[in-house]
């Protein structure tokens, strides 16, 4: 076999960017865990001794910390009084937890991932699954945290008002269901925005339902919106007006179940909607920055969970002729992309 050595020191490099931003992940984590990156937002240039002072920490570390950072091309370092500076756009990313940009929670899936590796290595020859709640703690608050900025981005600007007729709803009181809800991010966002409408959120995951009710109380909105444990494929009532999967369905260990549990529920006027990963039909077509995260998360975290409950594991990266199948076969006879965003397909069914 005959080597091409520049081919050969070329994709080296790339090993070598992969394994840096790999590294500068837990970096990342540590920078949000400990306040680095909130004290640094809006502080203009730092040296290493008055970042430590404002957290409470060691100069020599946070020394270390911020020339990694720098390397990494997260913060800038200027010579002349070797300080270093989180720019303000890198502030909107890192600091600001109501920002629709804010993405520390990524890398906290990130770390889940590396945490149940092992777990995986070995589902790999078992065949074996993996549920979502047996993944490692820091998975649910990461999740919640990065969907939720997207949710604040997305939810009430876009994603609902690109639904025929929902928001009139809403905003005259609707009934909601939001399943596989985890922590409540989305059902809370909803409920502040609708202040007419009841929202119930589901989840299988007790320690996540106890959170969303304590959040709930948390924003003032818990007189309008309870949580339950429950699948997606029995959740409690009928008759509403908006049922909301969001980012979920492809985890399901019963995609198709869930969608004649949703069927039945609706209203006869009601919505589905669905939130999934922006997926392509072909691989292909997923051969990209976007869909390297997602096929990643898939086989960590997407397709292990469905796995455990011996469903079809439809993975992260489904594409919308695969969710139309689940969505048909549920009875539903209406289904459209109602919207896009580079991360996301907004799915709307109707009875």
Request: aromatic fraction near 8%; proline fraction near 5%.
């Amino acid at each position: 076999m005959t080597i091409d050595e520049g081919k050969l020191n070329e994709f080296l490099g790339k090993i070598v960017s992969d394994v840096g931003s790999a590294m500068s992940a837990a970096l990342v984590v540590l920078g949000d865990r400990i306040g680095l990156w909130r004290a640094m937002a809006g502080s203009g240039p730092l040296l290493p001794a008055e970042l430590a002072r404002r957290t409470d920490t060691t100069e020599r570390y946070v020394r270390e910390w911020l020339n990694a950072m720098a390397a990494a091309g997260y913060v800038t370092y200027e010579p002349a009084t070797r300080t270093y500076v989180l720019p303000a756009e890198h502030a909107v990313a890192l600091a600001d937890s109501e920002s629709p940009a804010f993405v520390p929670g990524l890398f906290q899936v990130t770390a889940a991932m590396w945490a149940g590796e092992s777990k995986i290595a070995a589902n790999f020859r078992s065949g074996a699954g993996l549920e979502w709640g047996h993944q490692h703690p820091c998975l649910f608050e990461g999740t919640e945290r990065f969907f939720r900025s997207g949710y604040l981005g997305n939810l009430i600007q876009t994603w609902l008002p690109a639904l025929d007729g929902v928001v009139a709803k809403l905003e005259r009181g609707a009934r909601v269901a939001d399943v596989g809800c985890g922590v409540g991010a989305s059902t809370i966002i909803m409920a502040k925005a609708y202040p007419k409408s009841t929202l119930v959120g589901f989840d299988y995951h007790a320690g996540s339902i106890e959170l969303a009710r304590q959040r709930a109380k948390d924003a003032g909105v818990a007189d309008r919106v309870t949580f339950e444990v429950a699948k997606a494929t029995d959740f409690p009532g009928t008759s509403y007006d908006l049922i909301a999967h969001f980012d979920c369905l492809h985890d399901l260990e019963d995609p198709v179940g869930a969608a004649k549990h949703a069927r039945n529920a609706i209203a006869k006027d009601g919505t589905w909607l669905i939130v999934e990963p922006f997926a392509g039909d072909r691989p292909e077509q997923n051969h990209n920055p976007v869909g390297r995260v997602f096929y990643a998360a898939s086989t960590m975290l997407c397709v292990p969970h469905s796995l455990s409950q011996h469903g079809p594991a439809l993975g992260a990266q489904a594409g919308e002729t695969k969710l139309r199948e689940v969505v048909t076969s549920g009875g539903f006879r209406a289904f459209r992309r109602a919207t896009e965003t580079p991360f996301n397909l907004v799915l709307e069914a109707r009875p």
